[in-house]
């Protein structure tokens, strides 16, 4: 079982950047796959960007790549997201994941077992 906390949200102009982290407890958090989803209003939960356990394996959706780093720490239990040059598009709660998922590194909601609550990220104009 693993347990998942998010911080760093806040609201930001566009162009800011933020840096999201995500504690986790338990012994096990460096046998789980982990992922940033992020949810705005009225949409559906999307994928941002996933590592493998051991940092080996990095995705990013294509509004991610070049703008958002995701990195962990299994000695801190620690996931981060950084994310440089905001917009308001990625106005959104942002969420972490866990997953026991040992192949590919998913970015389907379904196939994540553990989420945090999320923080509110907004990016002004």
């Known amino acids: 079982q693993v347990q998942l906390v998010e911080s760093g949200g806040g609201l930001v102009q566009a162009g800011d950047s933020l840096r999201l982290s995500c504690a986790a407890s338990?012994?096990?958090?460096?046998?789980?796959?982990m992922g940033w989803f992020r949810q705005a209003p009225g949409q559906e939960r999307e994928f941002v960007a996933g590592?493998?356990?051991?940092?080996?394996?990095?995705d990013y959706d294509d509004f991610a790549k070049g703008r958002f780093t995701i990195s962990r720490s299994n000695a801190a239990n620690t996931v981060w997201l950084q994310m440089n040059n905001l917009n308001p598009e990625d106005t959104a709660v942002y969420y972490c994941?866990?997953?026991?998922?040992?192949?590919?590194?998913?970015?389907?909601?379904?196939?994540?077992?553990?989420w945090g609550q999320g923080t509110q990220v907004t990016v002004s104009s």
């Open positions: 590592i493998s356990w051991n940092g080996a394996r990095i």
């Open positions: 338990g012994r096990t958090f460096s046998m789980y796959g």
């Open positions: 994941a866990g997953t026991r998922y040992t192949g590919a590194l998913p970015r389907r909601v379904y196939e994540y077992d553990y």
